[in-house]
């Protein structure tokens, strides 16, 4: 694994646990962890359960009994240790978004694709599928539950940049993370909604805003927090690089109409990420602070019946849940990275390819890009390049 820090550390509980719930065709071994800081990576192998550290990333692909890298970094460097990993005969796992441009991410999807013929897999983060709700919600519409799909209504809505005082993190530096709200957390939506309904985004207008131009510069930061000097003095500014906010709308090449939000600006809603679905049939709609739960319309039921049902997704039955504990023992937000692992270690150890791949990440930077180029171009509607063609390309 390269990095330790907030997806390191999620990650890791995964690795530790997967293996302990799920009966698998192979065993995750925790062999190498890598960090820039050997003080902080060491404490990190020690506390996270990895048997050894590094401060290269290169020394993972260098060694031979080493068969997976899980990526977690910022996207800044996902691609180039993403690639040699892969070149190198590694199995990928990589955090969303794929890569910080569409030109990585489709170097990324291309190597992948030259990968596989090798059997070698990858797959990219968008772990928020694995949530059994929404696993759920894909197979509702798959099965047809909800008829024709008219309408899609995403929001991913965060508050920990309000303060305008609140340093300038990597996440706020387009070099390092590529985008702000847009490819941090308008990427799981764009994810989430496209693999629920079948559905892909052909087309989009949007609006992008950064209320916050410039902050203080850090002394010390991860991803989501950061420290002022040891005197608490605020001397340097630096400019904000990313949005703070994207909203756009979207046509579905199944015909759907889609709006999405994704703001860290959204003040009092910490981790808010809604999904509602409307069909013909019926509606179904995702919270994931009810992660445990769906709520769902079904219009084929008698008209003094209708109305909406609360589906706790919590039986045996239900998506991934069988290994958990007894139907209405809820579980949590770490156990979608569980059950990103299983699905990871099962395709891998039977030779197929999981999901999403890396070209399914190239199709949802297509998407992140095309909201960008139509921001700058005053909301003016913008097709979302094919993906596949790209990956030919
Ligand atoms: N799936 C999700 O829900 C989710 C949530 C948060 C973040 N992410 C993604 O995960 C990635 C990491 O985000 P985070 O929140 O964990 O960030 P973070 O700042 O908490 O951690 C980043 C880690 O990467 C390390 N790092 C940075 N550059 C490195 C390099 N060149 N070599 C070795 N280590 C390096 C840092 O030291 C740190 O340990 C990003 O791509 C982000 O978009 C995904």
Excluded at 119 to 127: A, I, Q
Excluded at 218 to 240: E, I, K, M
Excluded at 252 to 263: F, H, K, N, V
Excluded at 351 to 379: I, K, N
Aim: aromatic fraction near 8%; include cysteine; proline fraction near 4%.
């Amino acid at each position: 694994m390269v990095g330790y820090a907030f997806m390191g550390a999620a990650h890791s509980q995964a690795w530790r646990t997967v293996n302990r719930v799920y009966d698998l065709p192979a065993r995750a071994r925790m062999a190498l962890i890598c960090g820039r800081d050997t003080g902080k990576v060491a404490e990190a192998a020690d506390r996270l359960g990895w048997e050894a550290y590094t401060t290269d990333w290169r020394d993972l692909i260098a060694r031979d009994d080493i068969d997976v890298v899980d990526v977690c970094t910022p996207g800044d460097s996902h691609a180039e240790i993403a690639l040699a990993a892969l070149a190198a005969g590694k199995h990928v796992l990589c955090e969303k978004p794929l890569a910080n441009t569409v030109s990585e991410a489709r170097a990324m999807a291309a190597a992948a694709a030259t990968a596989q013929a090798a059997g070698v897999r990858s797959m990219c983060g968008f772990n928020y599928r694995r949530v059994p709700a929404v696993t759920m919600m894909r197979q509702m519409v798959a099965d047809g539950r909800l008829g024709v799909i008219r309408h899609v209504r995403a929001t991913y809505l965060q508050d920990w940049i309000v303060d305008p005082q609140f340093p300038l993190v990597w996440r706020l530096q387009k070099d390092k993370a590529g985008s702000g709200a847009l490819g941090d957390i308008g990427a799981h939506i764009i994810d989430l909604t496209q693999y629920v309904t079948g559905q892909l985004i052909t087309g989009v207008s949007a609006v992008t805003e950064t209320f916050v131009k410039e902050r203080p510069l850090p002394a010390g930061s991860s991803g989501l927090a950061a420290t002022l000097d040891g005197d608490g003095h605020r001397p340097a500014t630096g400019p904000v690089t990313v949005d703070d906010a994207a909203v756009f709308v979207a046509r579905l090449d199944g015909g759907a109409l889609a709006t999405y939000e994704a703001s860290r600006f959204a003040t009092g809603r910490k981790n808010a990420l809604r999904v509602e679905i409307n069909g013909s049939l019926g509606s179904v709609v995702f919270d994931l602070e009810r992660l445990n739960e769906l709520e769902f319309y079904d219009a084929t039921r008698p008209a003094a019946e209708q109305g909406f049902s609360r589906i706790l997704v919590t039986e045996g039955e239900h998506p991934y849940m069988s290994a958990w504990w007894p139907p209405g023992h809820i579980i949590g937000y770490e156990h979608s990275f569980t059950h990103q692992m299983r699905d990871f270690i099962e395709a891998v150890a039977t030779g197929v390819d999981p999901a999403p791949s890396f070209a399914d990440a190239l199709q949802v930077q297509l998407v992140l890009d095309a909201v960008s180029r139509s921001a700058e171009l005053g909301s003016s509607w913008t097709d979302v390049e094919p993906a596949l063609a790209t990956v030919a390309a």
